[in-house]
């Protein structure tokens, strides 16, 4: 995750809350804490049932809950968890709502003293749902919209879906919640980020967290934009984000997924503050790079665990049959001992990047187009700009 207007103003807002441990300084605590260890921010995929059927969606989520966890089993998992003292669980599905036992399972990891946040389609968040969701202790609900209402609703593959969705944040927003929106770019969305993020601003949701996209469940590669697209975007994101800063605007700007997009704002920032510049590149040597296998996990529906949520195509063990703490922690799993030294195994432009050691490149990409230890297809930085470390 690159949190472009931390890097490019010096505040954040969810982010300080969930992941700094509410400090704003330039390197927090918190997230030095959390860059050494193998606690990992642990995606779980708590259902695979979904109200909506999105084009786009790396679960492939439809009505089936077959094998899932049963409530006991969770409260098994959440127990190692809370063991672990894991930083944060973030619930999602298919869309957790439909799963009955989502707040008993939330409660008793807020028992556990973990903490956790939501990540939902928001077309059922009604304003008494929001309030349960307060007082049930979840730190922040991520809304997943993909564009303006047509669409969105075009992405959801169900009409409406847009307005149930953002009526859902805002109810969330009014109910005292931490709240933002994901949004995925394809080559059907890429001209609604502005409309978007200008929706958010007036409504001040703190919050605009956009994906790239990720071939996986449903989606492949023919849906992605290309690289001169991708860093024209970053480019208008890193002037938005000063924009909304100048402002007083509250909304902070993140990416997630593309790791050189740290790399890439560090490098514009030098062209206008030296010191600013530095400063950005000491937080991303812990906020940046691909956390997959090391400091992010996902857990799916059935208990199988993989590197991160959209890496269902390979498994290193399975909750059901052994903790998750021993998955994790004495891995015998060869991809996870491999993540965790990537720099040994980096190939081709990854390879010979000067910025490797912050970046790495997204291996799960870089595995969909064929070769997991070589480049990241959506990398869109020049040779030039590889070549030698310039901060």
Request: aromatic share 8%; proline share 3%.
């Amino acid at each position: 995750m690159i949190p472009i207007t931390k890097m490019v103003t010096g505040k954040a807002t969810v982010s300080k809350r969930i992941t700094y441990g509410g400090e704003d300084s330039d390197v927090p605590k918190k997230l030095v804490e959390m860059s050494k260890g193998l606690r990992p921010v642990v995606v779980w995929n708590i259902t695979k049932a979904c109200n909506l059927r999105c084009v786009h969606c790396y679960a492939s989520a439809d009505v089936s809950t077959t094998g899932e966890l049963t409530t006991e089993e969770c409260k098994a998992v959440v127990e190692d968890l809370a063991e672990m003292n894991v930083p944060l669980i973030l619930f999602s599905g298919g869309e957790p709502f439909l799963r009955k036992d989502l707040f008993e399972i939330a409660k008793y990891a807020k028992e556990g003293g973990l903490k956790f946040a939501l990540s939902t389609n928001g077309t059922l968040i009604t304003t008494e749902v929001a309030e349960k969701i307060k007082e049930t202790g979840f730190e922040y609900v991520g809304v997943s919209l993909d564009g303006m209402p047509e669409t969105n609703d075009k992405f959801r593959g169900v009409k409406g879906a847009f307005e149930k969705a953002f009526e859902g944040l805002l109810n969330a927003k009014e109910a005292g919640l931490q709240t933002g929106i994901r949004f995925t770019v394809t080559k059907f969305n890429l001209k609604d980020v502005p409309a978007i993020i200008d929706l958010l601003a007036e409504n001040e949701i703190p919050r605009f967290c956009l994906y790239h996209l990720v071939p996986s469940g449903r989606a492949d590669f023919s849906y992605d934009i290309s690289l001169k697209e991708r860093r024209e975007l970053v480019d208008w994101l890193f002037d938005k984000a000063i924009e909304l800063h100048d402002e007083g605007c509250e909304t902070e700007i993140l990416t997630v997924d593309n790791p050189c997009d740290g790399v890439y704002v560090c490098l514009k920032l030098r062209e206008l503050d030296e010191d600013l510049a530095v400063k950005a590149f000491e937080f991303l040597k812990f906020r940046g790079g691909d956390k997959s296998g090391a400091q992010l996990a996902n857990i799916d529906m059935h208990g199988d665990v993989h590197p991160n949520q959209f890496w269902w195509d390979h498994t290193c063990g399975n909750v059901k049959k052994e903790k998750f703490s021993e998955i994790w922690l004495n891995p015998k799993d060869e991809l996870l001992i491999k993540l965790r030294n990537k720099l040994n195994y980096l190939r081709g432009k990854c390879g010979r990047c000067a910025y490797k050691d912050v970046c790495g490149g997204f291996r799960l990409r870089a595995l969909r187009a064929g070769d997991l230890w070589g480049d990241d297809p959506d990398c869109y930085l020049k040779e030039e700009e590889i070549r030698h470390r310039m901060i």
